[in-house]
């Protein structure tokens, strides 16, 4: 199973005089659910996240950051959709 998914978040400033050159962090998942849990977690800490896929996957989803709760939410409705269905 390849990486399909990514998460860049910012890095909290640590308080040293020396400036750090690149704000962001990023990582990557094998899974959307994955990437959501992590994501979900930097954004409860209060940091700016951004979300993604990783070229070459289709479909491309790019999730920025003033969108992520929705992102957050629209999951969340579907994981409840898929378990309130008849079998």
Known sequence: MTYIWYVTFEVPKSGTLVRRRNPRLSKIFKTEAEAKA????????????????I????????IPSDKISIWFEASHAIDQSENDTPT
């Open 55 to 62: 070229n070459p996957y289709r479909p491309r989803a790019a």
């Open 38 to 53: 992590f994501a979900r977690q930097k954004f409860d800490a209060g940091l700016i996240v951004t979300a993604g896929t």
